[in-house]
């Protein structure tokens, strides 16, 4: 069975730029979380939602992230314009509401923005 | 501010020996708890969980024990192999908001041969 699937592994760009990080959840899950790694915070949680529908993003640093889910299939995290500090690697992770914790990871996208 | 704390950011244990990672938490409505593994390139993968009714979970090699009292819990690993070398990620969940899970800065675990 695919697991939860990531896009693109790695992005370089330049500061200024928009960035789109993508997510496609297993099959069957109806909870998305997207969160960032970073070596001083460990893992954050941005913004998670449930059937599609953005629950918390109290973690979503400013006004330059969002993120959308259209459909069960799909999310997408952007960050418009990117700076250096945006630097990281995010994660997209999905789950079935009502198993506490178990959650499924992609395999990330390292940003790198210089 | 960091409600899930773990503050060894490396541990080095020799194989067939123990490995004790641990876990502070400052929030006392945690109700669940969570260890997670990453591997270099990978995402991270549930490895055992515990509920504030119980104070162990024991899963084959490795055993959460949760002291509420405290606001710590640990991880212990025995014996360790070679592959338990990954960085372990403590979690943390509220009831209400179950599904959502707050980490800790991961401490990377060697195990030298």
């Known amino acids: 069975d695919a697991g939860v699937i990531q896009s693109p592994r790695h992005e370089v760009t330049e500061m200024g730029q928009e960035v789109t990080l993508r997510c496609k959840p297993i099959?069957?899950?109806?909870?998305l979380f997207w969160y960032r790694q970073t070596m001083m915070r460990g893992l954050e949680l941005l913004i998670y939602?449930?059937?599609?529908?953005?629950?918390?993003d109290s973690g979503m640093p400013e006004d330059r992230f969002s993120a959308k889910m259209p459909n069960a299939s799909f999310s997408t995290l952007k960050i418009q314009p990117s700076e250096p500090r945006d630097s990281a690697v995010y994660f997209c992770?999905?789950?079935?509401?009502?198993?506490?914790?178990?959650?499924?990871f992609g395999e990330g996208s390292r940003l790198t923005v210089l | 501010d960091q409600q899930v704390k773990q503050n060894s950011p490396s541990l080095s244990v020799q194989e067939g020996r123990i490995s004790i990672l641990n876990c502070d938490y400052t929030?006392?409505?945690?109700?669940?708890f969570l260890w997670y593994k990453k591997y270099p390139a990978e995402g991270p993968t549930f490895l055992i969980s515990?509920?504030?009714?119980?104070d162990k979970n024991e899963d084959g090699r490795f055993t959460v024990f949760l002291n509420k009292s405290a606001k710590h819990l640990s991880l212990h690993i025995v014996p360790s192999q070679p592959g338990d070398s990954a960085v372990y990620f403590c979690?943390?969940?509220?009831?209400?908001?179950?599904?959502?899970?707050?980490f800790g800065q991961g401490t990377r675990l060697t195990i030298n041969p």
């Open positions: 992770a999905s789950s079935l509401w009502g198993r506490t914790g178990e959650l499924f």
């Open positions: 099959s069957g899950h109806n909870s």
């Open positions: 939602f449930n059937n599609n529908v953005p629950i918390d």
């Open positions: 929030n006392s409505m945690f109700d669940y």
């Open positions: 515990i509920s504030s009714i119980k």
């Open positions: 979690a943390a969940s509220l009831i209400q908001g179950a599904q959502k899970l707050v």
